[in-house]
């Protein structure tokens, strides 16, 4: 009955989804994201029969999935391998992080005539979805055609815990369709249990986002001053985290070049308007300006982040001071630099708290605190290398997340399917 209501109810709204839709492809993505993401695939889009299907919402999943795609591949490159995201920059990031005949299409909207054309197009063996993706209609269809679902890396918030009733009731019922659910923590499992997952249906395996990821080490960007660099910020957070770090340089020697790298590139100009209305000389990557003349500097390009971050004296987390949950701050330990992150890091808690207690992170809890933290670490460089040696020492300690995932993955393929046998 719930799920009659919800299919109702995204029916009821189909009108302003496609107009959404439509807008998005003309931005992004082009025919073949208007056409996948109403189910509609082509003939020759099916690539190899019965693939292991991993679905990544967007481009922080694709590449938290990269690792183990990569294992996937390694361990069985007899087993044809489909990755589905939600986004144009997904797929973009897809191409250029997965390893090559990796093959790729759009998740369709939760209707069920384009989730039942997705699935009868493929026919996957077996479904990883990663995170927490709880689409009713999808994991209907899945089970009613006998593709098991696990959910892998799965997190659940207490804030979805503490959702509506009926929510709950409709997450709680597609949930009861999932076959596995392998929970990056104890407290995400211990939510997910609350919402009725039996005990011999989850697993706690660990945080995939540890996992190393399988391509080069970034060379450092060459900003010829220590720089440092905000990452994945969002709005409201850039001309903040500006004004802190021209207040700490106000009090001491600070990094006289503050970077910011906005989550969304296509918010580069804006973000550039606002920091000059602010008062700061800002330049803009897209723009061509040359960087060595202005204060701050915004990189509002794709495939950059990592480069940035490596030549960085200090990074800040983005999407932490205000309730976004936080960006990725794996990447940045990683790489050994210092990690300074807000109050808001509901998204990467485990990595988060984990950092915290290796001493390879600082947390700050306002505006202010910011403003303290940037200008003690820029006046310690002990402190600084300590910071970022404890992060890279952390991240390394867990260097078998992925293939233990991929153990998980593969003992739950359908008949045990041997090499060579794809339906």
């Known amino acids: 009955m719930l799920r009659t209501v919800y299919t109702a109810l995204l029916y009821g709204l189909a009108p302003a989804l496609l107009i959404w839709l439509y807008r998005a492809s003309r931005q992004r993505g082009g025919n073949r994201f208007w056409r996948e993401r109403r189910g509609r695939y082509l003939p020759d889009s099916a690539g190899a029969a019965s693939p292991l299907w991993v679905h990544c919402a967007s481009v922080g999943e694709v590449r938290t999935a990269a690792p183990l795609i990569h294992v996937l591949g390694e361990q069985r490159p007899d087993l044809p391998l489909l990755v589905t995201t939600a986004t144009a920059t997904g797929a973009d990031t897809a191409a250029r992080v997965l390893p090559a005949g990796v093959l790729h299409a759009y998740q369709p909207l939760d209707w069920p005539g384009a989730v039942g054309r997705f699935l009868d197009r493929f026919r996957p063996q077996i479904g990883v979805i990663l995170e927490t993706e709880i689409w009713p209609n999808l994991y209907a269809a899945a089970q009613q055609r006998g593709v098991p679902l696990l959910l892998t890396n799965a997190r659940m918030s207490q804030r979805t815990l503490n959702g509506p009733a009926l929510i709950r009731r409709l997450q709680s019922r597609a949930l009861a369709r999932v076959d596995r659910v392998l929970a990056r923590s104890v407290p995400d499992a211990r939510r997910f249990s609350a919402f009725g997952v039996c005990d011999q249906r989850l697993e706690v395996v660990g945080s995939l986002k540890l996992a190393p990821p399988h391509r080069p080490t970034p060379e450092p960007f060459a900003f010829g001053r220590p720089a440092i660099v905000a990452a994945s910020t969002h709005d409201d957070e850039e001309v903040r985290i500006a004004q802190a770090w021209d207040g700490a340089r106000q009090e001491s020697v600070v990094p006289q070049l503050l ?28 723009a061509g300006d040359d960087w060595r003349d202005y204060e701050i500097y915004v990189v509002d390009t794709l495939g950059e982040l990592e480069s940035f971050m490596a030549g960085a004296e200090l990074v800040i987390i983005g999407g932490s001071l205000i309730p976004r949950g936080g960006q990725n701050l794996v990447e940045p330990a990683r790489l050994g630099r210092p990690i300074l992150f807000g109050p808001h890091m509901s998204n990467f808690a485990e990595e988060s708290e984990r950092l915290l207690n290796a001493g390879g992170a600082q947390r700050f809890l306002d505006d202010a605190d910011l403003q303290h933290a940037i200008g003690e670490l820029a006046r310690d460089r002990q402190a600084r290398e300590e910071l970022g040696r404890r992060a890279a020492a952390t991240v390394a300690a867990a260097q078998d997340t992925a293939e233990t995932y991929a153990k998980a993955i593969l003992e739950r393929l359908p008949r045990a399917a041997e090499p060579g046998d794809n339906r």
């Open 259 to 286: 970077t910011i790298v906005p989550r969304h590139p296509e918010r580069g100009v804006a973000v550039r308007d606002s920091l000059r209305h602010a008062g700061f000389r800002t330049a803009l990557r897209s």
